[in-house]
């Protein structure tokens, strides 16, 4: 069936849980390129075919494969930019240092998009004003209280609070923090906000 | 502390510029509003620099005066507190944006392309070059890892088919600020006849964000 792998690969995107990012699949990637050279290549004959040896007949699979072709396109970018839009999603959840478990999911070219974009966005966040710009990745949930009480998942080290003090994050221990100074360590797993 | 009041420089349909003085409260108030609009909307707004700008400087004055007042104080802790709230409503607002410009990009700029001299842009500076590096990011990246790899008559793809637009006949609830007499609203299916309406002061509607999108952006509807 043409097309088919194709369509695995939107399949593929389509099963995986919301945001989650499977590992970059080249292979099929690399057959619907073929397929599509394929395609392409057998299109090309046959229109010669039809113009030169005068074969009207071979219209409609011209016409047919050409829509193949089409189809192998859209199929192949949909996949390619929800990828991306999954990798975006990554800098927000997990800041600019991604787990290694997801980096190698990513090809190589999908991992400069991360940077480029990563680059792109720190520019940005910096010419918000101020001394050094706006952290927009912070402050996701509105704030209900200043300090929270969390729980160390990890040993993470030393870890400085605003007013000079700094807090030894060892496994077990538990801390009143501010809010705002925790939240990316507990995205990123670190920490634990202990709701009593 | 927050008794200063601060600069709005806004520019009028002449293009000149109009100083509006707001007090620390008004400019929050007009920051709320600007994100409650911004949520709701389903397309990008106008960019409200102005306010991001004071508001930025405002968290930076109530910052300076924490550092100096005296610790254990409970006024510190409600203005920190204070601080928390706007910086939320802030990157929330700033957050809505940036995402609306990543999903409609080739759309957000090419309106840009092609907007007239007098026409409010709806981008900042900063948001325009960070839109126009999100869009040759993807685009080089699409080229590199598929489309030249691609025969000849596909190596090109028009961004503007294929990335979707938003959707401006959602539905959306406002409440009125500035009465509005004579409102047309055209009809959803070919059954139905365009008729008018009067929004008055005060009261909410549920309505089609095209019918009302000029009076979000001249401020006579809020949306919520």
């Given at each position: 069936m043409l097309c088919e792998k194709a369509m695995e690969l939107v399949r593929e995107l389509h099963r995986a849980a919301e945001g989650r990012l499977p590992a970059f699949n080249e292979d099929g990637l690399r057959q619907v390129l073929e397929e599509m050279k394929a395609l392409y290549e057998q299109n090309q004959s046959d229109v010669n075919e039809a113009k030169?040896?005068?074969?009207?007949?071979l219209i409609p699979t011209i016409r047919f494969r050409h829509c193949s072709l089409l189809r192998n396109q859209r199929c192949a970018l949909a996949y390619l930019y929800d990828r991306l839009l999954r990798i975006r999603a990554l800098r927000w959840e997990y800041g600019s240092v991604l787990p290694s478990a997801l980096r190698f999911h990513m090809s190589a070219e999908e991992m400069e998009w991360f940077n480029h974009y990563k680059k792109s966005l720190a520019t940005y966040m910096r010419s918000l004003?101020?001394?050094?710009?706006?952290?927009?990745?912070?402050?996701?949930k509105p704030p209900k209280s200043l300090y929270i009480e969390v729980r160390c998942?990890?040993?993470?080290?030393e870890f400085d609070v605003d007013d000079g003090t700094s807090v030894l994050l060892k496994k077990n221990s538990q801390h009143f923090l501010p809010r705002w100074k925790c939240e990316q360590l507990i995205r990123q797993g670190v920490l634990e906000h202990v709701l009593s | 502390m927050m008794t200063e009041e601060l600069d709005v420089s806004g520019q009028d349909s002449d293009g000149g510029s109009e100083e509006v003085v707001l007090t620390p409260a008004e400019l929050i108030d007009r920051l709320e509003q600007a994100w409650m609009n911004e949520k709701f909307a389903p397309e990008l707004l106008e960019t409200k620099s102005e306010i991001v700008e004071c508001v930025i400087e405002q968290l930076d004055h109530m910052e300076e005066n924490l550092r100096r007042a005296k610790k254990g104080d409970l006024k510190v802790s409600i203005h920190q507190m204070e601080m928390e709230r706007i910086r939320y409503v802030l990157s929330s607002y700033l957050r809505c944006r940036l995402m609306k410009i990543e999903k409609f990009f080739p759309h957000i700029l090419e309106k840009e392309k092609t907007r007239g001299e007098g026409e409010p842009s709806s981008l900042s500076p900063e948001e325009f070059a960070f839109a126009k590096e999100y869009m040759t990011n993807t685009e080089t990246y699409l080229k590199n890892v598929a489309l030249k790899h691609m025969p000849p008559n596909l190596q090109k793809v028009d961004l503007l088919k294929a990335v979707p637009k938003p959707d401006l006949d959602s539905y959306v609830f406002l409440r009125v600020k500035e009465r509005q007499e004579n409102l047309l609203v055209e009809p959803e299916t070919d059954e139905q006849r365009d008729y008018v309406i009067d929004l008055e002061e005060g009261s909410q509607h549920l309505i089609r964000y095209k019918t009302i999108a000029p009076l979000v952006a001249s401020g006579a509807v809020q949306l919520i």
């Open positions: 030169s040896g005068g074969r009207s007949d004003g101020g001394e050094e710009g706006l952290d927009i990745t912070q402050d996701m998942l990890q040993d993470y080290g | -």
